[in-house]
């Protein structure tokens, strides 16, 4: 770090996207897919990892646990209810983690203390610190552990009750108090006042890190944790592409890229996030949780560094600052070149996805390299999309229990569409074929014959990965089981079977997920 830079106060990024952005509707995880995202958050060089909930389930408990064991850098955190067994199982979760945190909370509000846990005020402030003390009195051995405790709906506390908890909790042994914004109902002046009371009204916030948490409902996630930032809170909890429940959380890079952006504005803060990772776990994460990224998304989106008018393109020829204020090569985007063809060898394939971020390992480049000289037999050449593509379908992180072998199409306007398909499975290759409303329901309803599992479709989207004839196309569809919705992705360059890739990936991420609970 420089000079400049040490007389600076930062401001720690925790990221929870393996806790809070799983409950967006249909991304839920496996244990080495949350593996393999935590892997690359640390080399996003966040400060927190919030890695899951392990009371939830025995395979949050066991992700966790994983994560904690095998990440190195980051705090690895845990998340529990003011609950002596919820911190017990957070507690043995990460408390062999390099860098250890456990995070308790408890609803603080009139409308959480009324109808969710139906105490009284006096009560919960008991809760909480006990829990804290209990939660601290844990990680007394352990050479680097914390307590963070978080007042849930504090946007909408009663501000002497919430001084009140904060202080209690902080004399506990709290040494980070996060502000959640649970349901995204304050706006930033708002928000800004309340921090600034905090700061102003606690005698001992001196000995903690104030967090906030902001829920992005009136849009106004990263609006609100700027704000805060500005009144004295240095920790922001927040997602890759702002994923998460309803509306979704603050936006990681966002907030990161404010911040270093307009340093001219923001000259006392900074971040240690390694910005040219930001586009490259965006593309894993979304890829990996079946979620698209809006191409309007600001930084991360496709369209966040295009230009159609032709006074904007003529502008950027010129000069890339008139209408750029980013540099787009600082956040990890790359211009797609054409690089490889099917006289490409191994080493060059391999040397190709190093520079794209991916480590492949024997086995998993042969089979990525067999697949690339299918996908450039069709094509004139490949480019970083086509391989991004071509890993995203290839090098699974879900036991396949099931595995396209074939598809075969008969279809016409005049004709039942029938479509065949070839399933390698524990026992052998099975084969059926079906009817449908068109050859991708025909294909689906093969599918459910071989797997035995009837899933009920209900998102389907498709786009090209690359331009031209040639295009791989994705597909990424949601399905839902009794109540719980699972996505899955599938690419080609025909759009049948990256259909039926998608839907199998689906049936063997729901398989998964009912054997780790």
Known sequence: MDDFESKQEKVYIFDTTLRDAEQTPGAALGIEEKLEIAKHLAKLNVDVIEAGFPISSPGDFDAVERISHE??????????RVVEKDITAAWKAIKDAQRARIHTFVGTSNIHMERITRTTPERTLDMAVDAVAYAKSLCVD??????EFSPMDAGRTELSYLYKVVEATIDAGATVVNIPETVGWTVPTEFSNLIAGIMQNVANINDAIISVHCHNDLGLAVANSIAAIEQG?????????????????????????????????????????????????????????GIPVQPNKAIVGENAFAHSSGIHQDGIIKSRV????????????????????????????KHKLNEL??????????????????????????????????MSDEIR????????????????TKIASTTT???????????????????VDAAFKAIN??????????????RSVTEGEDAIGEVMLKVQDNGKIITGNGASTDIIEASAKAYIHAVNKLIQLRAEG
């Open 71 to 80: 990440i190195e850098g980051p705090e690895i955190c845990a998340l529990s």
């Open 142 to 147: 352990h050479p680097d552990a914390t307590v």
């Open 233 to 289: 809170a240095r920790q922001v909890e927040c997602t890759i592409n702002g994923l998460g429940e309803r509306a979704g959380n603050t936006s990681l890079e966002e907030v990161v890229m404010v911040i270093r952006t307009r340093r001219d504005y923001f000259k006392r803060y900074y971040t240690d996030i390694n910005t040219k990772e930001i586009v490259p776990i965006s593309k894993r994460v979304s890829r990996t949780m």
């Open 322 to 349: 008139t209408f750029e204020i980013i540099d787009p090569i600082e956040i990890g985007w790359k211009e797609s070149k054409i690089i490889l063809s099917p006289r490409s060898g191994r080493n060059a394939l």
């Open 357 to 390: 971020g991916y480590e492949l390992d024997k086995e998993q480049l042969e089979k990525v390299y067999e697949r690339f000289l299918q996908v450039a037999d069709k094509k004139k050449a490949i480019h970083d999309a086509d391989l991004e593509a071509i």
């Open 397 to 412: 992180y879900v036991p396949t229990t099931f595995e396209l072998d074939y598809i075969q199409v008969v279809s016409g």
């Open 421 to 439: 398909v070839g399933i390698k499975t524990e026992d052998g290759l099975i084969e059926n074929a079906s009817t449908g409303e068109g050859p």
């Open 449 to 462: 014959q071989i797997v035995k599992i009837d899933l009920n479709l209900i998102d389907y989207q498709i």
